[in-house]
Every structure is written in C-alpha cells, then in structure tokens.
C-alpha cells in the first residue's frame, strides 16, 4: 500500500468518525484540520476555533448579517449560502 492509499484510507476513517460524532465537518473541512494536525497545530486549540467560528456565525446570522460559510454542521435554514439583501434604491440613483 503506497502512501496517498494510506492517507486515502485514513481520511476516510476519519470522515466515518467524524459522522459516528456528528460533528458536521464537510469532508473538505476534515482534511484540512487533520492537515494542521500532522504540522503540529494543538488539536484543541483547532477545536476550539471550530466551537468559535461556529459560535459567531450564528451570532451574526440571528443578527441577519450575511456571513460566509464555516466549517458546521449542515443544517436547515442555513443563510449563508442566500444573497445579501438588496437594497431598495433604483439602480438610476432616485429614492
């Protein structure tokens, strides 16, 4: 079994962990906190970053502000993949 199988393999036992857990990390989001892992990043540390992130951005969304999309658990509702709200000015500068 050559190298990248191995880490293939790992990842997807990882992701599978991940899911038991459901910690909602998207697969993308896996790889690279394991990533930061093998360079010697605190796993708790990340953890805790994780917890924060996900923290502010609901903040942000029961504000109503239009957040990007952080690493969290698929839910419903999720706002931040919607458009920002236009503004309602016309496009030919009267109100």
Do not use: W, Y
Request: net charge negative; aromatic share 2%; with cysteine.
């Amino acid at each position: 079994m050559d190298e990248s199988e191995e880490r293939r393999e790992a990842m997807e036992i990882f992701s599978e962990i991940s899911g038991l857990l459901n910690t909602g990390l998207k697969q993308e989001s896996l790889a690279a906190l394991v990533g930061l892992c093998e360079l010697g990043v605190n796993p708790e540390a990340l953890a805790q970053v994780v917890k924060d992130l996900r923290a502010e951005k609901k903040q942000m969304s029961e504000a109503d502000v239009h957040v990007p999309d952080v690493p969290g658990p698929a839910s419903t509702g999720d706002r931040s993949l919607q458009p920002a709200p236009r503004s309602s000015r016309k496009s030919d500068g009267s109100k």
